[in-house]
């Protein structure tokens, strides 16, 4: 059974950071792209940031360029995000996503979906 469980999030204070954790179990992804999404209440679920199934690559979303860093451990299966600078408008879920494909993530082609991780934000 793939499971795809997120950890690391909480509440933080503006300028903050956090490091969010993927730990995927049941098959391994070297093979995948992986990415995050987050969704706010009241919001569409949107875009982070991919990374490839080498590590080598990357994308972001504008909401984390300059901030935020993606990264994977494929000896370990995990992924990682980490965000810097933290705004009152990062609080969501934050969820953890493979793709089929090994480029990049897209909304539309995710396999495997974790459960989320809360990310608030306060002044």
């Known amino acids: 059974q793939v499971q795809l469980v997120e950890s690391g999030g909480g509440q933080v204070q503006v300028g903050e950071s956090l490091r969010l954790s993927c730990t995927a179990s049941?098959?391994?992804?070297?093979?995948?792209?992986m990415g995050w999404f987050r969704q706010a209440p009241g919001k569409e679920r949107e875009f982070v940031a991919s990374?490839?199934?080498?590590?080598?690559?990357?994308v972001y979303g504008d909401i984390a360029k300059g901030r935020f860093t993606i990264s994977r451990d494929n000896a370990r299966n995990m992924l990682f995000l980490q965000m810097n600078s933290l705004k009152v408008e990062d609080t969501a879920v934050y969820y953890c996503?493979?793709?089929?494909?090994?480029?990049?993530?897209?909304?539309?082609?995710?396999?495997?979906w974790g459960q989320g991780t809360q990310v608030t934000v306060s002044s």
């Open positions: 990374i490839d199934s080498s590590g080598r690559s990357t």
């Open positions: 049941g098959r391994t992804f070297r093979n995948n792209a």
């Open positions: 996503a493979v793709d089929v494909s090994g480029a990049r993530v897209s909304i539309h082609r995710i396999q495997y």
